[in-house]
C-alpha cells in the first residue's frame, strides 16, 4: 500500500487542495486532504471524527432499555439495522428468545429500511456526479419521492420517519396498524416499476458509464485484506452476506438472491445495490404473505428503568444493513447498564478503501468513488 | 416607421440597441423564471410559486435581493482584473445579440458576416471568464477556469462547423440572407443534413455553454461555484446574466438557422412572436437535455469533442457541399 | 408483478459494433429524456405547507402534553417520576406533590428543545397522564420558549389532537398474551388500534 506520508508535498506541480468537511459532496462531515497533480490525485489524507458524538461512553451510561433509540443515531440513514444490532446482542447474552411475529417484523422493517437507504445512495451519488442544478438533481427528487414513500409507511407504523426506537430487548415495540399490509404492499409495487425507470434512466446512458465503468476499480484480493463488508464486497466478487452466511432472526425462511459482480468498479456496487431494491421488495412481499400470529415482544412493555437486568457475558450481534455489517460488541455485568459496548460501524470501515482507490483517480472521480462507497459519518466517528 | 427612418443613422442605431438591450432584459430575467419552473415540473415539483401569482415576481424579487447583497472581495484577490471580470464576461454575451435580425429590418446590426461575428464574439467570454478565475485567487475558481477554457476552445470548432451548414445551404453569411431562404423549406426539414447539422449544433451548444452535460466547470459538488465562488451581489448577478444571455443567443441562432426564424402563419407583424418562441423551443430543448444527464468528467468532454463531433462535423460540411454541387443545376 | 430474477438492464453496447453501439447510445438517450417528460406530466407531489396540512398518522409523535382525566377533570399525573427517569436524555423534571387520597406533580418541567420524541415517557406512564400530540408546531425564535411547564404542557394538551399511543395501550401491545384466556393477538386490545 503506497504510503500516503513519504509523498513529496513539495513538487512545485501539485497542489493540495482541501475537501474539507464542509462540501457538497463530502456526504456527511469528511475531511480529504487531497494532493493532486494536475487532475490526478497522488494522495489521500483523509481526516474523521468531526461527527463523534460518544455514543460508547453513552452506551454504558444508559440502560437496555433507553439506549436503542440513541443507536438508531450511529447510521441514521438506516436506524433499523443500527438498533437491531445492539438489541440482538443484548439478547444473546440474556439468551432471551425472541418470538416469530417479531423476528417477522424486524425483517420487514430491516427490509423496508434497506429500500429506503438505497434509494437515498442512489439519488445523492447522482446528484453529486451531476451537480445540483443539472441532471443529478432530477434523479436525486425522484428517489427522495419514493423514499418518502417508505418514510410514509414507517410514521404509520412508529410515529417516527428518521430515528425510530423500534425495537427493544425481547422484541418489538409497536404492531401493524390497519390496513398497513394494503398500504405497503401497493408502495412496494409503485417503488418497484419506479426502480425500473431509473434504470433506463441509467442504464446504456454513455455518461453515466463514463462515468462509473473502470472507476474505482476494488480487487478482490484488496477487498478482502482491507475488511470492507456489503455492497462493497460484493461488487468485488466475494459472495458474502450476513443474512445467507450468518442468518438472523428468521432470515433463513425467506428466498433471496445475493447479487455478486466480479467487476469492482463503481458500475458493479451500483448493480448490486440495484438488485437488492428487487430482493427486498421480495423479502418484504414474502414476510407479509406469512406473517404469523402471536406476541410482539417476550418481555412485557418496558415499564421502568430497571426492568431489563443482562447477567454477565459478552456477545458480538452483526446485522447485514444497507452498508455492509454492523456489528455490536457488548460486555453486560449484570445490572441494568452494559459495561462496555464497541460498535462495528460499516462505513468505518469501508473508509479504509479509500487510500487505495482515490490514489490515481482524477478529481471527478472522486465524487463517484466516494458516492458508491455511501459512508454515513454517524456510524464512522459514534 | 418612416419617422423612424428619417432620423439620422446614428440615433437610429442607438434606439434601436436602446431597444433591443432593454427588451434582451427583460425577457433574461423571465427566461430564468421559465427554466426554474421547466426544470421543476421535470422533477415533480412546482418551481417558484409564492412570490407573486405562480411565482411570477421572483425575478424581481432575486435581482433585488442581489442589489441588496454585501459585495465581498476576497482580501487577497487581484482587485482590477477580480472587479473587471463580469463586464468583460457580459459584454460580448450581450453583444451576440447585436446581429440577430428579429424581423425583416428590424435588427441592431445586419452584417454581411453575421454568423461569422456571432461566433467570434462569443468566444471572447472566455476572456472574461479566465479573468474572474484567477482574479479571485481561489484554487477552486482556478481549477474551474481552466477547464472551462479547455472546453469553450474545444468546442467552438465543432459549433461552427455544425453553424457553417446552413450558411452553406443559403449561401451567405448574412443572418438575414439565411433566415430568408428558409422561406419554403426551413433547414431542419432538409433530408438527413438539416436534421444532423441540428443535432450536432444542439451537442456543441450545450458544450459550449458550459451547460449539463458538459458543466465539469462549475460541477457544484466538487467545485461548487466554478469559477464564480467568490463572487457575490450583484456582480454575481452579472455574471449570471450573462450566462443566461449567451444561451438565449444561442437558442435564437439555433431558430435563425435551422428553424426558419420569423417564418410562421399569420400577419407579418406576428413574425418577431414566432421567432420568440422557437427560440424559446430551442432554449426548452436546452433546459430539458440539461435537467435529464448526469455530467461527464473533463477528460471525456475533450475526448468527444476532438474525437467525435469534430471529425463528424467536418463529414457533414463535406457532405453538405457535395449534396449542393450535386443538386445545382450546371449551367 | 415484475420478474425479481430479470438481471438489471445492462450495456451490451460494446458488443454490437460501431453503428449498433451509436444506436444503443441514441437510444439510451432519447430514453432518459423520456422519462423526465413522462415525469412533467404527473402531478407535482407538493403540499402546499402551510395553506394546506398534511394528515397526520394516528401514532404520529408530536409535541408532548399532560392530560386531565376525562371524568373527574382531575390531572393524571401522579408525579411518581417514571418519566423522569427513562428519559434517555434527561429533559424531564418533576417534583412529587403528597397530598392524602393521591399525589400529584409540584413542577414538571419538559425541555422540548432537547427531546428526542422517542415516546419512552409516554410508554411508562401508569397513569396515561403524558401523552403526545398529532402536531409538531412549535417552532419560535426564542428557545426559553420551548422549555415547557406544567401549565404549558397541560394547555398544548387541550389545544391539539393526541396520537393515538397512551402508556396502557403501548404496553398492552407489546405485553405478552396471558396464557389462561388465550385469544389470539395481543393488537386486538380495547381502545381499538389505528
Known amino acids: 500500500m503506497p504510503d500516503v506520508?513519504?509523498?513529496?508535498?513539495?513538487?512545485?506541480?501539485?497542489?493540495?487542495?482541501?475537501?474539507?468537511?464542509?462540501?457538497?459532496?463530502?456526504?456527511?462531515?469528511?475531511?480529504?486532504?487531497?494532493?493532486?497533480?494536475?487532475?490526478?490525485?497522488?494522495?489521500?489524507d483523509a481526516v474523521i471524527g468531526y461527527l463523534h458524538r460518544c455514543h460508547e461512553k453513552l452506551a454504558e451510561n444508559l440502560a437496555y432499555v433507553q439506549y436503542p433509540t440513541i443507536a438508531s443515531k450511529t447510521d441514521y440513514v438506516a436506524a433499523m439495522s443500527?438498533?437491531?444490532a445492539y438489541v440482538m446482542a443484548a439478547e444473546q447474552i440474556a439468551k432471551v428468545e425472541v418470538p416469530k411475529r417479531a423476528q417477522y417484523l424486524r425483517v420487514l422493517v430491516g427490509e423496508l429500511q434497506r429500500i429506503a437507504s438505497h434509494c437515498l445512495w442512489l439519488g445523492t451519488w447522482c446528484m453529486d456526479m451531476g451537480g445540483a442544478l443539472g441532471g443529478g438533481a432530477t434523479i436525486f427528487l425522484y428517489?427522495?419521492?419514493?423514499?418518502?414513500?417508505?418514510?410514509d409507511l414507517f410514521e404509520a407504523l412508529v410515529?417516527?420517519?428518521?430515528?425510530?426506537?423500534?425495537?427493544?430487548?425481547?422484541?418489538?415495540r409497536y404492531d401493524l396498524p390497519e390496513g398497513w399490509t394494503d398500504l405497503c404492499r401497493r408502495t412496494i409495487d409503485l417503488i418497484d416499476s419506479r426502480v425500473d425507470e431509473y434504470e433506463h434512466m441509467l442504464a446504456d446512458n454513455p455518461f453515466f458509464d463514463m462515468r462509473t465503468k473502470g472507476?474505482?476499480?476494488?480487487?478482490?484480493?484488496?477487498?478482502?485484506?482491507?475488511?470492507?463488508?456489503?455492497?462493497?464486497?460484493?461488487?468485488s466478487g466475494v459472495d458474502f452476506d450476513l443474512r445467507r452466511a450468518y442468518p438472523y432472526s428468521s432470515y433463513e425462511d425467506f428466498e433471496f438472491r445475493v447479487p455478486v459482480e466480479t467487476a469492482g468498479d463503481c458500475y458493479a456496487r451500483y448493480h448490486v445495490r440495484m438488485v437488492e431494491f428487487r430482493q427486498s421488495a421480495r423479502i418484504v412481499r414474502q414476510v407479509l404473505d406469512g406473517l404469523p400470529e402471536g406476541p410482539i415482544s417476550s418481555r412485557p412493555g418496558v415499564k421502568s428503568l430497571a426492568q431489563v437486568k443482562v447477567p454477565k457475558?459478552?456477545?458480538y450481534a452483526r446485522v447485514e444493513g444497507p452498508r455492509g455489517e454492523v456489528g455490536c460488541y457488548l460486555v453486560a455485568d449484570g445490572s441494568n447498564k452494559p459495561y462496555r459496548m464497541k460498535w462495528r460501524g460499516a462505513s468505518f470501515s469501508n473508509l479504509s478503501v479509500l487510500p487505495h482507490i482515490l490514489v490515481g483517480a482524477s478529481v471527478a472521480d472522486v465524487v463517484a468513488i466516494m458516492g458508491s462507497v455511501d459512508p454515513v459519518f454517524g456510524e464512522v466517528d459514534r | 416607421m418612416s419617422g423612424f427612418s428619417s432620423l439620422p443613422p446614428a440615433l437610429q442605431a442607438t434606439i434601436m440597441s436602446a431597444a433591443v438591450l432593454g427588451a434582451l432584459i427583460g425577457i433574461l430575467a423571465y427566461v430564468t423564471l421559465l427554466e426554474r419552473k421547466f426544470a421543476a415540473r421535470l422533477q415533480s415539483r412546482i418551481g417558484p410559486y409564492r412570490v407573486g401569482p405562480h411565482g411570477l415576481l421572483q425575478p424581481i424579487a432575486d435581482g433585488v435581493k442581489l442589489l441588496l447583497k454585501e459585495d465581498l472581495i476576497p482580501a487577497s484577490a487581484d482587485r482590477p482584473v477580480f472587479n473587471l471580470a463580469p463586464i468583460v464576461f457580459l459584454v460580448p454575451c450581450l453583444l451576440i445579440f447585436a446581429t440577430i435580425p428579429f424581423a425583416p429590418g428590424i435588427g441592431v446590426a445586419d452584417l454581411n458576416a453575421g454568423v461569422l461575428f456571432f461566433l467570434a464574439i462569443s468566444s471572447l467570454e472566455i476572456v472574461g471568464l479566465f479573468m474572474a478565475g484567477w482574479g479571485s485567487n481561489n484554487k477552486y475558481a482556478l481549477l474551474s477556469a481552466m477547464r472551462a477554457v479547455n472546453q469553450i476552445i474545444s468546442y467552438d470548432l465543432p459549433f461552427l462547423f455544425s453553424a457553417l451548414v446552413p450558411v452553406m445551404l443559403a449561401g451567405s453569411l448574412r443572418l438575414s440572407d439565411i433566415a430568408a431562404a428558409q422561406a419554403g423549406l426551413w433547414f431542419i426539414a432538409y433530408p438527413v443534413i438539416g436534421q444532423l447539422a441540428f443535432l450536432a449544433f444542439v451537442i456543441t451548444a450545450v458544450a459550449a455553454e458550459n451547460r449539463a452535460p458538459f458543466d465539469i466547470l462549475e460541477a457544484e459538488s466538487e467545485l461548487v461555484a466554478g469559477f464564480r465562488v467568490e463572487?457575490?451581489?450583484?456582480?454575481?448577478?452579472?455574471?449570471?446574466?450573462?450566462?443566461?444571455?449567451?444561451?438565449?443567443?444561442?437558442?435564437?441562432?439555433g431558430a435563425l438557422l435551422f428553424l426558419g426564424a420569423w417564418a410562421g402563419p399569420g400577419p407579418a407583424w406576428l413574425g418577431p412572436v414566432w421567432f420568440l418562441f422557437k427560440a424559446l423551443f430551442v432554449f426548452l430543448l436546452l433546459t430539458w437535455v440539461r435537467w435529464s444527464f448526469v455530467r461527464i468528467r473533463v477528460d471525456q468532454i475533450l475526448r468527444v469533442s476532438w474525437k467525435l463531433m469534430l471529425p463528424a462535423t467536418l463529414?457533414?460540411?463535406?457532405?453538405?457541399?457535395?449534396?449542393?454541387?450535386?443538386?445545382?443545376?450546371?449551367? | 408483478m415484475p420478474d425479481v430474477e430479470a438481471p438489471v438492464r445492462r450495456t451490451r453496447a460494446a458488443e454490437r459494433g460501431t453503428f449498433g453501439e451509436a444506436w444503443a447510445i441514441a437510444r439510451a438517450l432519447v430514453w432518459g429524456m423520456r422519462i423526465t417528460l413522462v415525469n412533467m406530466f404527473r402531478k407535482p407531489v407538493t403540499v402546499h405547507y402551510p395553506t394546506v396540512e398534511r394528515t397526520f398518522p394516528n401514532r404520529f409523535r408530536g409535541l408532548l402534553a399532560l392530560t386531565y382525566d376525562k371524568e373527574t377533570g382531575e390531572e393524571n399525573c401522579i408525579g411518581c417520576r417514571l418519566c423522569e427517569f427513562i428519559c434517555p436524555p434527561a429533559v424531564i423534571k418533576v417534583e412529587m406533590l403528597k397530598a392524602e387520597k393521591r399525589n400529584y406533580a409540584k413542577t414538571f418541567t419538559l425541555e422540548l428543545y432537547a427531546c428526542e420524541f422517542c415516546e419512552l415517557c409516554v410508554q411508562v406512564c401508569p397513569t396515561d397522564a403524558i401523552i403526545m400530540m398529532k402536531s409538531f408546531d412549535l417552532s419560535t425564535s426564542d428557545r426559553r420558549e420551548m422549555l415547557l411547564d406544567k401549565d404549558r404542557l397541560h394547555a398544548i394538551g387541550l389545544q391539539h389532537e393526541p396520537s393515538w399511543a397512551t402508556g396502557n395501550k403501548l404496553r398492552d401491545m407489546q405485553a405478552p398474551p396471558k396464557k389462561v384466556a388465550g385469544e389470539g393477538h395481543a393488537a386486538a386490545a380495547p381502545g381499538g388500534d389505528a
Open chain 1, 5 to 44: 506520508r513519504a509523498i513529496d508535498y513539495a513538487g512545485s506541480e501539485r497542489l493540495t487542495m482541501n475537501m474539507g468537511p464542509q462540501h457538497p459532496s463530502a456526504h456527511g462531515v469528511f475531511r480529504a486532504i487531497l494532493t493532486l497533480e494536475g487532475e490526478t490525485v497522488v494522495g489521500v
Open chain 1, 82 to 84: 443500527s438498533e437491531l
Open chain 1, 143 to 151: 428517489c427522495i419521492r419514493e423514499r418518502e414513500l417508505v418514510l
Open chain 1, 159 to 172: 410515529g417516527a420517519r428518521l430515528l425510530y426506537g423500534f425495537h427493544q430487548v425481547g422484541g418489538v
Open chain 1, 215 to 235: 472507476v474505482g476499480v476494488i480487487s478482490r484480493e484488496l477487498a478482502q485484506d482491507v475488511g470492507i463488508s456489503g455492497p462493497l464486497l460484493r461488487g
Open chain 1, 313 to 315: 457475558g459478552e456477545a
Open chain 2, 231 to 253: 463572487y457575490s451581489g450583484m456582480k454575481f448577478a452579472i455574471i449570471q446574466l450573462a450566462e443566461y444571455a449567451h444561451v438565449l443567443g444561442t437558442s435564437f441562432l
Open chain 2, 315 to 331: 463529414l457533414l460540411l463535406f457532405a453538405t457541399a457535395a449534396v449542393i454541387v450535386w443538386r445545382t443545376p450546371h449551367a
